[in-house]
């Protein structure tokens, strides 16, 4: 692997003078998501082709240049087994490896199967960003939170299936980029299986909630207004923490002299929760961004769904109960 010594903003720096990426925007906070349900003539920002490796990497880690799908297999394994022993690593359950051809992550598909990852792939830039699915807490803080809003949903409409939990599948957007999620939620009017989710739940372990905004961002700018809510959990095993936002399209403040409308991924909440409480509740998820115009199930009205400070509580009991 290669290496060197970057801490804070000067690594960030100096990783993308070497892969020659940008920065993306300075994220603002917004208090509420305007309805956006229609799936109208979007223009996705300038910023679309942006990647911040160095929210991705560990201090001292760069990008890895792939030369065989075994390799990439001991390098994924290795990373794995230091972030479950060691709880106090500095190491992020991020890889970047470059030069990947097509060709190669054809193999690499078919071979990574026992391996727990999650894939980025970037086509014009034959890179791939992988990310670690470490230990139990990826799947079972993502589950909780998708499994509870799908509740509310049957709840108020009586249609368990009216929002589908259809896992991980890979979405490719028309900018050359495919990603996984960690949990895509689609309506039911949705049934072309190149059809994008309406809503994603992207988890992070550590110190990881920046690599997370940059997912954030690819959701919203590549699905072309198709997903319309991303639900960002950072879980915190030393502080016992976890952080939930809420991200979305920025509707515009002013009308536009533009045929279409600009793509602007903001954060619209954050909710912290650890042992002394909550803060930042209730976490709302309309109903208008998860459901299409004209597909909102009967029963559910606008302002659904909310998440109140009892119930975030106990999600976050349930978890960290269930990972003793």
Same mark, same amino acid.
């Given at each position: 692997?290669m ?8 690594r ?13 925007p ?5 208090? =509420?998501?305007?309805?956006?349900s229609?799936?109208?003539? !979007?223009?996705?920002?300038s +910023?679309q082709? $942006?990647?911040?490796?160095g @929210?991705?990497?560990s ?5 890895i240049d792939?030369?065989?799908v ?7 394994s290795e ?5 479950v022993? =060691?709880?106090t690593?500095m190491?992020t359950e991020?890889l !970047?490896?470059?030069k990947? +051809?097509?060709d $190669?992550?054809?193999?690499? @598909?078919?071979?990574?199967r026992?391996?727990?990852?999650r ?6 830039m034959e890179?791939?960003?992988?990310k ?6 990826h ?8 499994e509870?809003l799908?509740e509310k949903v049957?709840g108020r409409c009586?249609?368990f ?6 896992g ?6 028309a900018m ?6 960690d949990v ?6 949705r049934?072309?299986?190149a ?12 110190e ?22 991303v639900?960002l ?8 923490t976890?952080?939930?936002e809420?991200?979305?399209d920025?509707p515009?403040?002013?009308?536009s ?6 793509i ?5 909440q ?10 930042g ?7 208008g ?6 597909h909102?199930p009967?029963g559910?009205?606008?302002s659904?769904f909310?998440f109140?400070?009892?119930e ?13």
């Open positions: 692997m290496s060197g010594t970057f801490t804070g903003t000067n960030r720096s100096a990783v993308r003078r070497r892969s020659g990426l940008g920065r993306q300075d994220m603002e906070g917004l208090e =509420e998501i305007g309805h956006s229609e799936v109208a003539n !979007v223009i996705p920002s +910023t082709g $942006d990647i911040d490796l @929210d991705y990497l201090a001292g880690d760069l990008p792939f030369t065989s075994q390799r990439l297999k001991n390098i994924c990373r794995y087994e230091r972030l022993d =060691e709880t690593t190491a991020y !970047v490896f470059r990947v +051809t097509k $190669d992550l054809v193999k690499i @598909d078919r071979s990574h026992d391996l727990h990852i894939i980025f792939y970037d086509f014009s890179l791939l960003i992988v670690l699915m470490v230990g139990k807490a799947e079972w803080v993502s589950t909780l939170f998708a509870h799908r049957r009586g249609d299936y009216a929002l589908c939990d259809m991980a599948f890979r979405c490719m957007s050359g980029r495919a990603k996984e999620p895509a939620l689609v309506p039911m009017n049934q072309n299986e059809d994008w989710p309406s809503c994603v739940i992207e988890v992070g372990v550590s990881s909630l920046a690599a997370l905004k940059n997912d954030a961002h690819f959701w919203i700018l590549h699905s072309g207004g198709l997903t319309r809510v639900i959990i950072a879980v915190n095993p030393q502080t016992k976890l952080t939930i809420r991200w979305g920025q515009p403040a002013y009308p002299h533009v045929t279409g409308r600009v602007r991924p903001r954060m619209a954050s909710v912290t929760i650890d042992i002394n409480g909550v803060i509740a209730p976490l709302d998820v309309p109903s961004l998860i459901f299409d115009n004209g909102v009967t559910v009205l606008a659904d909310s109140d400070a009892t975030l509580s106990a999600l976050y009991t349930r978890f960290w109960g269930m990972l003793r």
